[in-house]
């Protein structure tokens, strides 16, 4: 998708996040270290960045995120 719509402006990238920091995982997985989980407010900021104007060249990405593990 993003060699083809990159051709008409359009940007296309992926979010890879880890494991989500969110009640349901931690109920799921209760002895699990959430200090390593991805807070879902930093998935937020990825995907705010690849919507601005910043990201403009920046195509065809698969971000990782996870929190530097």
Do not use: C, H
């Not at 008409?8 to 890879?16: H, M, Q, R």
């Not at 997985?29 to 989980?37: R, T, V």
């Not at 937020?44 to 104007?53: K, T």
């Amino acid at each position: 998708m993003a060699a083809e719509l990159g051709k008409l402006g359009i940007t296309v990238n992926g979010i890879v996040p880890s494991t989500i920091d969110t009640p349901q995982n931690r109920a799921g997985q209760p002895n699990a270290d959430y200090s390593k989980w991805v807070k879902p407010e930093e998935i937020a900021d990825a995907i705010l960045f690849l919507a601005s104007d910043e990201s403009r060249a920046i195509n065809g990405v698969s971000l990782d995120i996870n929190g530097g593990l």
